[in-house]
């Protein structure tokens, strides 16, 4: 039974993720959200144009018109939903590996699509995989090509303001040889800083995230540093993500980001709901920057459509993940690295500071270690009396400088093993002992 995971249907491009189930998942679309046209846009994969392809057959054989932007991150697809009130379909798999793509649906807006919707959606797919009978519908949908990089480009430039005067500003830019190729340059060039280097701006359609952007940030750290720059910005394969380098070569995650933008919204009033959301991976440090400056921090389960169903439940203008997926939501419906970089960038000119600098002020990020423990059962493995007794003992001598989380998972026979201390050998200590209390 086909079921759609936290962030759509990821596998392995032509062998579990097929042009068969593209084609039934543009037939699904096409039935259950009942658009006249519907938005389809990928990353820089080989595997993307073919699966493109099937999913514009399955929406174009139900009679539905697409409109293909071609190569696009994840964000300049969701501002197109939202801007022309179309259901979008996204071909990436973020940041995995090229071998692999996914398929992720946005509602007419740009928004997750609602439980019942997506449920609705499997059982097409399902009904249609499993059907000899073609479907019998008179019209045959368009298909047209079109480019919104500079109507998207003028959406980041206006939410961060225009104008200003940040030719000061030297930035080093990691693309991952992924979507953020196609608009990443000149958005950057327009927000006048000084773009010193660029690396990995050559997709090959196999080097996407190869040693390279959110998720490898070495080199980008040496570039940065030899290059004198004040900022280095890496994104992942869709640019749904980046993580942030300052300029002494230090990594700045989607934590240390969050606990930057938090309070300047705070001071500028536009922090809504009071608070932010964040996974239950966050860093310690950044519950502790929140409770410094008064304000909620909303837990929830690792994925970002947790993370919108909080901030949307709470009334929130800020919410992320330590992966650096941040989500503005006045100015965005999903997570956008290119906005998160250009407010970052924003923020950095404002402040006349360096990254290094307000890095280190927002908060104290504390050593983490995590253990991946394969079992055979994780959900119980999780909960024996004798892990539980572990934990116990070692919050115990904790006290209230560390946190300790036990996850099991829900898609692979692991169990994740998670503790933060004041040390990373502490940290490590405490994380390996529960590790040896779990019977695999």
Known sequence: MLRFGTDGIRGRANETLTVSLALALGVGVGEVLGASRVIIGRDTRESGPMLVAGVAAGLMSMGVDVVDLGVAPTGAI????????????????SHNPYFDNGLK??????????????????????????????????????????????DYRRHILSSVGAGRDRGSLR???????????????????????????????????????????????????????????????????DADRVIAVSESGEVVD??????????????????????????VMSNLGLHRAMERLG????????????????????????????????IFSDYATTGDGLLTGSMLIDLLDRSNAKLSEMSEAAMVKYPQVLISVTVSDPKRAASSDRVRGAIEMAESFLGGSGRILL??????????????????????????????????
């Open 78 to 93: 969701a501002f197109a939903s939202s801007l022309y009130r179309l259901p979008a379909v996204v071909v990436s798999a």
């Open 105 to 150: 649906v946005f509602s007419a807006g740009g928004r997750k699509l609602s439980d019942q919707d997506q449920q609705a959606v499997e059982d097409s797919i399902e009904a249609f995989l499993h059907s000899n009978r073609p479907r019998s519908i008179a019209a045959i949908g368009t298909l047209d090509r079109e480019d919104v990089s500079f």
């Open 171 to 237: 930035v080093v830019l990691d693309l991952a040889n992924g979507a953020a190729t196609s608009v990443a340059k000149e958005l950057f060039g327009e927000l006048g800083v000084q773009v010193v280097r660029t690396l990995s701006d050559n997709p090959s359609g196999r080097n996407i995230n190869e040693d390279c952007g959110s998720t490898s940030i070495d080199q980008l750290r040496r570039a940065v540093v030899d290059s004198r720059a004040d900022v280095g910005l890496a994104f992942d394969g």
């Open 254 to 279: 989607g934590d240390q980001l969050m606990a930057m933008f938090a309070p300047d919204l705070y001071e500028s009033g536009k922090l809504k709901g009071a608070g932010i959301a964040a996974t």
């Open 295 to 326: 304000v909620s921090l909303f837990i929830t389960p690792v994925g970002d459509r947790f993370v919108l169903d909080a901030m949307e439940a709470n009334g929130l203008s800020l919410g992320g993940e330590q992966s650096g997926h941040i």
């Open 407 to 440: 996850r099991p998972s829900g898609t692979e026979p692991v169990v994740r093993v998670m503790v933060e201390a004041e040390t990373h050998s502490q940290a490590r200590s405490i994380a390996e002992g529960i590790v040896a209390s779990i019977d695999c």
